[in-house]
């Protein structure tokens, strides 16, 4: 039978107390709880905050609950769209007056939202297709992922100009949101400004640097050159790198373009190897998710929320370029 997962909730006195460390100790099915105030009851739920970026929204969730005055309950769901289900389900008999949620599939969320008993739906970082949010009720806050696909490919062409060039691409997960759209940026600003892009290669690498450095290994025995690698996050960009390294190619004539402004990415960059990447503001994303779901689960309207779309179903928060002239701001 299976295990009402609200049984595993680790109660905790404020959020403000949650340290990083329980948050990352969670595993599937794993849920930490905590007070913060008289703002509504939130149940935030996340596939795992194994990826940088995730355990970064996280954690900015957590404490923008408890710096609105939000009650939140977080659970890892490691993936499984049952316990998704079940937990949307059973929320308002729980008490929940919205929902945050990283789904793990996004082509789910028709059915999430059914299940959800009209509970407002906040989705973050798997974007849902438009037809599947509504107005004020189920929507979506993050940054529009084919943004960051624009300003790396703009950024290789003022490096590179606006020749031919042989083009790699590293890809995230695969059917992902952002996987597609940041892909899809990169192809259409080339296309747009007159590059002649030869794709020798495009494959997904599952936001791992491991997995990128293999790809790359796989590239190699092409007997094919590389002018510029376009990667759809940051990790994967360090994966390339290294590649590059290993192989004995100048990663200063190769640009490496990454996405999010890790820590990592932004030491790479000022060290002269990484070129390019793009903030992803996890701190901004989760200000604006927590301040939506405190709205809308009070029944109230995204009007006057700044980044809201005309039609009410997103809320975006601007990426920015971060390059070498400027990384020493976001480190």
């Known amino acids: 039978m299976k295990k009402n997962i609200f049984s595993k909730i680790i109660s905790i006195a404020a959020v403000c107390m949650l340290t990083i460390g329980t948050l990352s100790g969670c595993g599937k099915g794993a849920s930490s709880s905590s007070s913060g105030g008289s703002g509504g009851k939130i149940l935030w739920i996340i596939t795992d905050v194994d990826d940088t970026f995730r355990k970064n929204l996280s954690d900015n969730i957590v404490s923008q609950a408890s710096a609105q005055g939000v009650s939140l309950d977080m659970v890892e769901t490691g993936g499984d769209l049952e316990t998704e289900v079940d937990l949307i389900t059973s929320a308002k008999s729980k008490g929940y007056s919205a929902i ?30 438009d037809e599947h949010l509504t107005a004020d009720k189920y929507i979506y806050v993050g940054s529009y ?64 640097d491991q997995e990128a450095a293999e790809r790359f290994s796989v590239f190699m025995k092409t007997g094919q050159t590389v002018d510029a690698i376009f990667c759809n996050n940051d ?36 060290a002269g190897e990484m070129a390019f990447t793009v903030l992803q503001s996890a701190e901004g994303q989760a200000a604006k998710a927590v301040e939506a779901a405190k709205i809308l689960g009070s029944g109230g309207t995204l ?10 179903k997103y809320i975006w928060v601007d990426f920015e370029p971060v390059d070498k002239s400027n990384v020493s701001k976001y480190q």
């Open 100 to 129: 945050i949620c990283r789904p793990s599939d996004n082509s789910t969320a028709l059915q999430l939202n059914v299940a959800s008993n009209d509970i407002p739906i906040i989705y973050v970082n798997n974007q849902p297709a």
């Open 145 to 208: 992922e084919r943004q960051a696909g624009q300003y790396q490919a703009e950024y290789v062409i003022k490096k590179l100009g606006k020749g031919a060039m042989n083009v790699i691409i590293f890809e995230g997960e695969k059917g992902h949101s952002a996987t597609i759209n940041r892909t899809a940026g990169v192809k259409k600003t080339l296309k747009e400004n007159g590059v002649n892009a030869n794709y020798v290669f495009v494959d997904y690498a599952n936001w791992s």
């Open 235 to 270: 990790t994967m960009a360090l994966g390339a790198v290294e590649a590059l390294k290993e192989f004995g190619l100048d990663y200063s004539n190769i640009p490496v373009c990454g996405v999010d402004a890790t820590a990592d990415g932004c030491a790479s960059i000022a």
């Open 303 to 312: 009007k006057d929320v700044e980044g809201t779309t005309k039609d009410h």
